[in-house]
């Protein structure tokens, strides 16, 4: 999840006793870079779903029959779904005939719907991965221009060392929180570069802390996260990504009404 926040105002020298405070200056309003269409809800419901399965199911240590139950359960929602979703195919971005869609119209436009339209839904990557994702960890994030910070909680299904996160989890986390940064801010592009220190141990089932800040100077991007528990620093992540120019990206084609 996330919440756009305005960036805190320059402190003006008090005014005069007998003076109203002058209010605040409003922040510009930021366009956020979005690439893609929305995630269902069922899809979202899904993946917190089966994130929290697949931790209870980690941490068994005897067969337990629900499994058997659970994998029944599985194995009947494949065959149903499988005729009605294009899960095998590549992601409709755009339309199928290339030349239908300018590129510079909206994302989502509505005017590329159409019987023409093939392939697999494409889902917006631009932010909150992991809230339709299981692949990816769920957090909470909070922009307030060049700086945002947030929280994170990394379950069983993101172990490595014996109660603690696998560093690359880690790599992943900074780099979809580091991007949504960008995107939320409306300029974003491909990560070029990811480098991670780590500090200490990243625990499980722990909230976590992070922070962040970038500079967007030149052609790139420059960014820095920082993840804690309490005071203690754990890792420390820099990423360097080039500018996009959003007037290129296709349009995404919107999702197909229901039938």
């Not at 005014?15 to 979202?44: K, Y």
């Not at 005939?97 to 510079?104: E, F, I, M, N, Q």
């Not at 093939?118 to 769920?138: K, Q, T």
């Not at 625990?203 to 820095?224: N, W, Y």
Request: aromatic share 6%; proline share 10%.
């Amino acid at each position: 999840m996330t919440s756009q926040v305005p960036a805190p105002a320059t402190a003006l020298p008090a005014p005069a006793p007998a003076l109203a405070p002058a209010p605040a200056p409003a922040s510009a309003p930021v366009e956020p870079w979005v690439f893609g269409v929305a995630p269902l809800a069922q899809t979202a419901e899904a993946a917190a779903r089966l994130r929290r399965v697949t931790s209870l199911v980690l941490a068994l240590e005897h067969e337990d029959p629900a499994v058997d139950t659970l994998l029944t359960a599985l194995e009947e929602a494949e065959r149903s779904l499988e005729p009605h979703s294009p899960a095998g195919g590549p992601p409709r971005v755009g339309t199928a005939d290339a030349g239908a869609a300018p590129a510079t119209a909206e994302a989502g436009s509505a005017e590329n719907a159409g019987e023409g339209l093939s392939g697999r839904v494409y889902l917006d990557h631009s932010r909150n991965i992991g809230a339709f994702n299981p692949m990816f960890p769920e957090y909470e994030l909070t922009v307030a221009g060049d700086h945002a910070e947030g929280t994170v909680t990394f379950p069983i299904a993101y172990e490595g060392p014996p109660g603690l996160v696998h560093g690359g989890f880690l790599a992943l986390f900074f780099d979809a929180v580091i991007q949504h940064h960008n995107c939320d801010l409306g300029l974003a592009g491909k990560t070029a570069g990811l480098s991670l220190r780590y500090r200490r141990p990243t625990p499980l089932l722990t909230e976590l802390s992070f922070v962040l800040s970038r500079s967007a100077d030149g052609p790139r991007i420059s960014s820095t996260g920082q993840l804690f528990a309490g005071d203690r620093l754990l890792c420390e992540a820099a990423m360097d990504a080039v500018k996009g120019d959003r007037s290129r990206l296709p349009a995404v084609s919107p999702r197909r009404a229901s039938s």
